[in-house]
């Protein structure tokens, strides 16, 4: 026989043992108490949330022979419904039986007196997914409901509801369980079960759970098969692609000394562990969060992931408006990992774009005015001038936006044996081994090569984001000196997403038909800068900032 599962066995069967949802235990106890049950219930909210649990809960309560004590446990009436064969609790699953024909039938034996208890109770699961037809007659029993019939409505999506159900319903929104109480029902549990299994562990399966607790109990009942009832929070991380604390600060770190190798490294070791990224991601924003807060409230109370000796050493290196600055574009590469074909390659330009900004993240820190200043002794015939303090600069991201004529315009110059010079060239990129070059390259891999012309190639992708990230003007041109050196393609790039490509070709087709196609565009390449070779004295200005360097006469 099947083992039961998890969030089977420790279904709740009466009020008192429903984990979280207070204001809605207590306000359907007190309405049975008082005797003002009404005619239809609708329970909204997340799934793994306690909906279905509640509706039969309820269901049972109204039966009971027991007022005072209802659900009692121990009447027949309770436990034919925890048997599942009372005949007046009718469960129905909306997904499967979404026809007008079966609500029809539920109508009328909704007509039929009660067998067994007080009342008839209709459970309906899923009931967004009933047909209009079938909604509408429900609609209309709503309206005008038997006598001694309850209707309890469950659902995931109430927007997908008639609102005329909704406003004849008493309606209850269910929220996300806390991780707190999933952590301590999934400890009760497994002290039930004999399973092993650490605090830090429960919290780390109730953070997967996201607020159900059907969830929690199923990755319980996994665990625990895998680690033989003995369950570690390590054990949790490698089943389910995690990743430590610790590891994330050191990223975090690596980002904010502009160690370019070694967050190429640990993203790479990332890519073969198979972490979540949007996980990772949420806990490198949860980690810069508390820092901010700790940095402006300095109270451990607020603190939800690190401790405060974690939040102090990173205010040593850093301060809070970089924490947030980081926090803000870790949170918009989120949105871009849907909308790309490799997750991983976009987190690491985004990581890469963090540590190897012009100036170091950790600069402007309060605390940068302690490190003692770097002192270059020099011939006694050099001038000495006191350096300059540099004005803050904020620049605006420009990115190019192209339109359908701007692209007609391009692909007028466009030829085959152009396009075919184009994709030898960025054939080469996969046998570049420069880290420097990493964040380029992994754009790029991204990509298709498009229609391409003489000073132009087309570069096509299914992101906007990434599009937009390449026509940015300075990631263009850094984009052209890169392929250029490296690739020795010296045409001007030009990105376009799949759907723009599409409609420009089929315009294109529409307009050479009527001959109005326009003139080629003009294009204007990037001139190389020539840089010139620093003096000692520059190179060490540019490690350490000019505000933390002394030049003084020799000797």
Same mark, same amino acid.
Request: proline share 3%; with cysteine.
């Given at each position: 026989m099947a083992r039961t599962a998890l969030y089977q066995k420790y279904r709740s069967s009466t009020f008192d043992e429903v984990v979280g949802q207070? !204001?809605?235990?207590? /306000? =359907?106890?007190?309405?049975?108490?008082?005797?003002?049950?009404? !005619?239809?219930?609708l329970f909204c909210g997340p799934r793994g949330t306690g909906k279905t649990t509640m509706a039969r809960i309820l269901a049972k309560a109204v039966n009971c022979e027991n007022k005072a004590e209802a659900p009692c446990e121990k009447c027949e009436n309770c436990l034919a419904a925890n048997d599942?064969? !009372?005949p007046d609790i009718i469960e129905i699953n909306a997904a499967n039986e979404t026809h007008v024909e079966n609500i029809r039938d539920l109508i009328e034996r909704a007509r039929l007196a009660p067998m067994q208890g007080e009342n008839k109770i209709y459970i309906i699961d899923e009931v967004h997914q009933l047909?209009? /037809?079938?909604s509408s007659?429900?609609?209309?029993?709503?309206?005008?409901?038997?006598?001694?019939?309850?209707?309890?409505? /469950?659902?995931? *999506?109430?927007?997908?509801?008639?609102?005329? =159900?909704?406003? +004849?319903? $008493? +309606?209850?929104?269910?929220t996300k369980i806390t991780t707190k109480q999933i952590a301590n029902h999934l400890m009760h549990v497994a002290n039930s079960e004999n399973i092993k299994l650490e605090e830090s562990a429960a919290y780390t399966i109730a953070q997967l759970a996201e607020g159900g607790m059907r969830d929690a109990l199923s990755i319980l009942d996994q665990s625990a098969s895998y680690s033989a009832d003995n369950i570690t929070e390590e054990?949790?991380?490698?089943?389910?692609?995690?990743?430590?604390?610790?590891?994330?600060?050191?990223? =975090?770190? *690596?980002?904010?000394?502009?160690?370019?190798?070694?967050?190429?490294?640990?993203?790479?070791?990332?890519e073969e562990k198979g972490i979540d990224l949007q996980r990772f991601t949420d806990g490198l924003i949860d980690i810069l969060k508390d820092t901010v807060v700790f940095g402006h409230t300095q109270k451990s109370n607020l603190l939800k992931t690190i401790d405060v000796n974690t939040a102090a050493d990173l205010l040593e290196v850093t301060n809070v408006d970089t924490c947030?600055?980081? /926090?803000?574009?870790?949170? $918009?590469?989120?949105?871009?990992?849907?909308f790309t074909t490799s997750a991983i390659n976009c987190f690491e330009v985004v990581c890469l774009a963090l540590a190897t900004r012009e100036k170091p993240l950790n600069k402007g820190n309060e605390r940068v005015s302690e490190i003692k200043p770097v002192v270059i002794k020099e011939h006694a015939s050099m001038d000495v001038k006191e350096p300059e303090k540099k004005e803050k600069i904020t620049k605006e991201v420009e990115t190019k936006k192209y339109s359908q004529e701007d692209i007609l315009s391009l692909l007028v110059q466009c030829n085959k044996e152009e396009k075919q010079k184009s994709e030898d060239s960025f054939a080469k990129l996969s046998s570049i081994e420069d880290l420097s070059v990493k964040k380029y =390259?992994?754009?790029l891999n991204d990509i298709v090569v498009g229609p391409a012309g003489k000073d132009c190639v087309l570069?096509?992708?299914?992101? *906007?984001?990434?599009?937009?990230?390449?026509?940015?003007a300075e990631m263009n041109k850094e984009l052209y000196m890169f392929t250029r050196e490296y690739l020795n393609n010296k045409k001007m790039l030009f990105a376009l997403t799949e759907n723009e490509l599409k409609d420009a070709t089929e315009e294109f087709r529409n307009r050479m038909q009527t001959n109005t196609l326009p003139e080629a565009m003009k294009i204007k390449k990037y001139k190389a800068e020539k840089k010139s070779e620093q003096t000692p004295e520059e190179k060490v200005i540019e490690l350490f900032g000019e505000e933390n360097v002394e030049i003084i006469g020799g000797e």
């Open positions: 207070e !204001h809605i235990v207590q /306000a =359907i106890k007190n309405a049975i108490k008082q005797e003002k049950v009404t !005619h239809a219930y599942g064969t !009372h047909s209009s /037809a079938a007659a429900l609609l209309k029993t709503l309206e005008e409901p038997p006598e001694n019939v309850i209707f309890i409505l /469950a659902t995931t *999506d109430p927007q997908k509801l008639l609102p005329t =159900i909704i406003s +004849r319903c $008493q +309606r209850y929104d269910f054990e949790i991380e490698r089943v389910y692609g995690l990743s430590t604390n610790e590891e994330k600060l050191e990223l =975090i770190k *690596d980002m904010l000394a502009c160690n370019v190798e070694g967050v190429i490294k640990r993203v790479e070791t990332y947030m600055q980081m /926090a803000e574009e870790l949170l $918009q590469a989120k949105e871009k990992y849907k =390259i992994a754009l570069l096509i992708t299914k992101s *906007d984001a990434i599009s937009e990230i390449i026509n940015e």
